[in-house]
């Protein structure tokens, strides 16, 4: 790709993402206790439960939950962490918690965890140290740091500590991801992600089917993305 294409690639990805931030910015106070859910009447399909990342909320995924909802997956369930800088495993036991909120609801002994950014990092970390054998046997992961990011170096809070590059933590969940015979994972990434850096560390080795790369999108407009959507649902329509 020549410097020119790239120049733009990269400086939309960045315009567009300057947006979406804003609008999750101004957001934040207003839907950070709202837990979104999508349910069909007469669709029971192993639920879905929706994890955001980083300094975000539940109302980021009101594209992605609305346009799978749509397309006939139910029920999709979202929660809002806690606590906001605290560690991963901290952030893991609030999804547990609402995971076993969800299996009692839902009377399933299955769900598929979809997380972007921190969300799939904590997706992988809940499926690898805490679910019950059997439990989650499917993780979409959408631009997340599963090998870390030099960005989570301006990072504040204990979980950005462990999203930074080569950190204890992303070492021994990058491992863990690696030797995993039972769950399968998939990985969404795109190179001109401004926060995930290198962007490839967004897609663990493995099945090439189970990976998807984009381009001209930033981090924050994954979650807006028609594109995304519809890898998301391809590989739904084979799990769920």
Known sequence: MNFLKKSFFWTRSTIIDFFVFIGTFFL???FSRVSLKWINNGVQNKPIILIHGYLHHAFVWIYHGKKLSKKGFSPIYTLNLKHS???IHNHANDLEKKINQILKETK???IILIGHSMGGVIASYYALNIAKKGLVKHVITIGSPLRG????KFGIGKCAKEMKRDSEFILDLSEKIKKEKEINFYHIATKTDELVVPYNSAIMIGE???HFTLNGLGHGSLLYSKRVNDKISFWLNKIA
């Open 85 to 87: 800088l605290a560690s």
């Open 28 to 30: 934040v106070p207003i």
């Open 149 to 152: 990011t030099k960005i989570a």
């Open 108 to 110: 399933s002994d299955e």
């Open 208 to 210: 090439e089917k189970k």
